[in-house]
């Protein structure tokens, strides 16, 4: 699930819970909708914990340069 997939939780799950006047027997909607947006949040803040990893470091200042030629001469 990426960040659309989170954000489309955490919509559904508002609407659920705060704009639905919708009543079903045996299913309470605003807790459904509770449930939607804790998912979304949680899977975002992962999403995002695990794109901060995949991120690659600068080289350091006193790091060796390698200069590779173009041979398509």
């Avoid at 559904?12 to 299913?27: C, N, R």
């Avoid at 949680?42 to 914990?49: C, S």
């Avoid at 690659?56 to 001469?73: I, L």
């Amino acid at each position: 699930m990426g960040i659309g997939g989170c954000i489309g939780l955490l919509a559904v799950g508002a609407i659920l819970t705060f704009a639905v006047d919708w009543h079903m027997a045996g299913v309470n909607v605003d807790l459904v909708g509770i449930i939607l947006m804790v998912v979304g949040i949680i899977g975002l803040a992962a999403y995002v914990n695990i794109l901060k990893r995949r991120r690659t470091q600068p080289p350091s200042p006193g790091a060796r340069v390698v200069d590779v030629e173009d041979n398509r001469r």
